[in-house]
Antibody, heavy 117, light 110 residues
Framework: EVQLQESGPGLVKPSQSLSLTCSVTGYSITSNYWGWIRKFPGNKMEWMGYISYSGSTSYNPSLKSRISITRDTSKNQFFLQLNSVTTEDTATYYC???????????WGQGASVTVSS | DIVLTQSPALAVSLGQRATISCRASQSVSTSSYNLMHWYQQKPGQQPKLLIYDASNLASSIPARFSGSGSGTDFTLTINPVQADDIATYYCQQSRELPWTFGGGTKLELK
């Protein structure tokens, strides 16, 4: 059974970068797709992007050039970096496994990130 | 982007049927698949996949959950509703990038 766990700072200052790690067990990240999703206060959910089994990426255009998703296959981890954050990036960030048809079939427990000075 | 619209809340009685709808701003169906999926989220927990491709029950999900629909109109049905089903339900489309979610429907007890 695949399990995912997010980790990273819970507080980030405005204009800085948000960095999160997703550690995956029970499944190799060299298979399938691996995504980041965030849930804002008030319940709106936004798909941020994914990294594929081959290392290719796809990002939500709403995040423009601020986002980067990378991976370390030796540790079976993938990473989110979001640059130039503002208070509007305050959210709970989830990593998830995605099927080839975009179904998010397993989720991490979520990491709450607050952007504040 | 494809916009998914859900009613914000639905009040039901235990043991009754709950029908949650999701309407897409354009078709999310192909000739082979209806690319609409449903998730349940309880407070303090991560979302859990319930239904994929509009009508397929995910692993370990009870048979009282079912999904239907095609094109732009989709429905998640819970019958009968149990106390453990009180949660927020989200639809999500994967017909077109970026994947998008509905605003969520909070299932409440009457």
């Amino acid at each position: 059974e695949v399990q995912l766990q997010e980790s990273g700072p819970g507080l980030v200052k405005p204009s800085q970068s948000l960095s999160l790690t997703c550690s995956v067990t029970g499944y190799s990240i060299t298979s399938n797709y691996w995504g980041w999703i965030r849930k804002f206060p008030g319940n709106k959910m936004e798909w941020m992007g994914y990294i594929s089994y081959s290392g290719s990426t796809s990002y939500n255009p709403s995040l423009k050039s601020r986002i980067s998703i990378t991976r370390d296959t030796s540790k079976n981890q993938f990473f989110l970096q979001l640059n130039s954050v503002t208070t509007e990036d305050t959210a709970t960030y989830y990593c998830a496994s995605e099927s080839t048809t975009g179904v998010m079939d397993a989720w991490g427990q979520g990491a709450s990130v607050t952007v504040s000075s | 982007d494809i916009v998914l619209t859900q009613s914000p809340a639905l009040a039901v009685s235990l043991g009754q049927r709950a029908t949650i709808s999701c309407r897409a701003s354009q078709s999310v169906s192909t000739s082979s698949y209806n690319l609409m999926h449903w998730y349940q989220q309880k407070p303090g927990q991560q979302p859990k996949l319930l239904i994929y491709d509009a009508s397929n029950l995910a692993s370990s999900i009870p048979a009282r959950f079912s999904g239907s629909g095609s094109g732009t109109d989709f429905t998640l049905t819970i019958n009968p509703v149990q106390a453990d089903d009180i949660a927020t339900y989200y639809c999500q489309q994967s017909r077109e990038l970026p994947w998008t979610f509905g605003g969520g429907t909070k299932l409440e007890l009457k």
